[in-house]
């Protein structure tokens, strides 16, 4: 993070988002029965992300079939092409289309490095802070009558955290992660 913090590197945490179109219940409360609009299917929006901890410039891929290990290679290029001016480096976590030999061996082409999150650890991956904000911000509680509507709605987010978004975002984006040092137990 220092290194980023100085210029000496470009430091983005990648994630993919997998968005379903079904209802997404923020809160309800009522004393009666309520109908809530909501589509049918399950068609999904994928999206693959690069947030750079930095400047929180934001980096995708999406598709409407699967992430996968093509998915990351591309996301890998368009980052070089992007950010080849320092050296990049990647924090993922162990989602087995990410620590492929295929994205390694690309990984390792284009000079970039990556470092693996432990297991179960999304809490140390900033890009879950912005996919948990899209969801709130654009998903619940939303009705949308068609899948191009709900793929547009996500978009339009994404493409303004940097714009109408960017203060909102600023204070859950802060590179700050609670860490437990020197903790003591007591039975």
């Not at 809490?123 to 949308?144: A, C, M, P, T």
Request: net charge positive; aromatic share 12%; proline share 4%.
């Amino acid at each position: 993070m220092e290194q980023a913090q100085q210029k000496k590197i470009h430091l983005f945490f990648v994630d993919a988002a997998h968005f379903v179109l079904l209802p997404f219940l923020g809160y309800l409360y009522s004393l009666t029965v309520r109908y809530v609009k909501s589509a049918s299917g399950r068609k999904r929006f994928n999206v693959l992300g690069a947030l750079n901890a930095i400047t929180q410039e934001l980096v995708t891929i999406t598709n409407h079939t699967y992430i996968n290990a093509l998915s990351v290679c591309e996301l890998l290029e368009k980052l070089y092409r992007q950010f080849c001016d320092l050296p990049i480096v990647l924090i993922m976590d162990n989602a087995s289309y990410q620590r492929c030999k295929l994205v390694l061996e690309k990984a390792a082409s284009l000079n970039i490095q990556i470092v693996f999150l432990p297991p179960y650890s999304p809490n140390l991956n900033l890009i879950e802070r912005l996919w948990k904000f899209v969801k709130r911000k654009v998903l619940y509680n939303q009705y949308y009558k068609d899948y191009a509507q709900f793929c547009l709605a996500i978009s339009d987010c994404l493409e303004q955290t940097h714009t109408t978004h960017k203060e909102e975002l600023s204070t859950l984006l802060t590179p700050k992660f609670q860490t437990f040092r020197n903790v003591s137990s007591h039975p």
